[in-house]
Antibody, heavy 118, light 113 residues
Framework: QVTLKESGPVLVKPTETLTLTCTVSGFSLSNPRMAVSWVRQPPGKALEWLARISSDDEKSYRTSLKSRLAISKDTSNSQVVLTMTNMDPVDTATYYC??????????WGQGTLVAVSS | DIVLTQSPDSLAVSLGERATINCKSSQSVLYSSNNKNFLAWYQQKPGQPPTLLLYWASTRESGVPDRFSGSGSGTDFTLTISRLQAEDVAIYYCQQYYSTPVTFGGGTKVELK
């Protein structure tokens, strides 16, 4: 059974750095057909892709946020980490970790709501 | 980036009736080498993450009821729920995976009339 579970803080202050961890099971981060991405959803709004990391460690980022994002993985521990610097209240959202088969998102984590407030 | 525009933003449908959702892409998502449309549909119920309904524009994910169907090619796509059930109340999103960044439509909220 494929699962993805997000963990991280529920509240961060403006200008702080957010670090989120996705722990996966049921598939390997070294599978050449698999990648992991992060997608976010502000309250009541649509979905927004943020970053992707492939099995061979190729990384891609949302252009508008590229300077603030970093994605990495620890294959042996089945974890993918996303960091986002200089957090702002507009970054308040539910952050989802998702599995991609090539580029198709076929599994979603439950998501973690992150609020940005002083 | 490819922009996906969904219509309508919301619709109210009676139980057992048909619901139709449209998704228009700013450029073609049809890959000529395999004649496949890189377009997916997701369902998101309140308080839950999205789940995959359809991929390649019309292929149902395992376990998805056959009242859900997808059609279209190139830039224009449709999701149809043939006989709406109460459990189908949700927001539906189209998504293209033809190019990076993958992008989503703005969502269509389906409610009961």
């Amino acid at each position: 059974q494929v699962t993805l579970k997000e963990s991280g803080p529920v509240l961060v202050k403006p200008t702080e750095t957010l670090t989120l961890t996705c722990t996966v099971s049921g598939f390997s981060l070294s599978n050449p057909r698999m990648a992991v991405s992060w997608v976010r959803q502000p309250p009541g709004k649509a979905l927004e892709w943020l970053a992707r990391i492939s099995s061979d460690d190729e990384k891609s980022y949302r252009t508008s946020l590229k300077s603030r994002l970093a994605i990495s993985k620890d294959t042996s521990n089945s974890q993918v980490v996303l960091t986002m610097t200089n957090m702002d209240p507009v970054d308040t959202a539910t952050y989802y970790c998702v599995r991609m088969v090539v580029h198709l998102i076929d599994r979603w984590g439950q998501g973690t709501l992150v609020a940005v407030s002083s | 980036d490819i922009v996906l525009t969904q219509s309508p933003d919301s619709l109210a449908v009676s139980l057992g009736e048909r619901a139709t959702i449209n998704c228009k892409s700013s450029q073609s998502v049809l890959y000529s080498s395999n004649n496949k449309n890189f377009l997916a549909w997701y369902q998101q119920k309140p308080g839950q993450p999205p789940t995959l309904l359809l991929y390649w524009a019309s292929t149902r994910e395992s376990g998805v009821p056959d009242r859900f169907s997808g059609s279209g090619s190139g830039t224009d796509f449709t999701l149809t729920i043939s006989r709406l059930q109460a459990e189908d109340v949700a927001i539906y999103y189209c998504q293209q995976y033809y190019s990076t960044p993958v992008t989503f439509g703005g969502g269509t909220k389906v409610e009961l009339k």
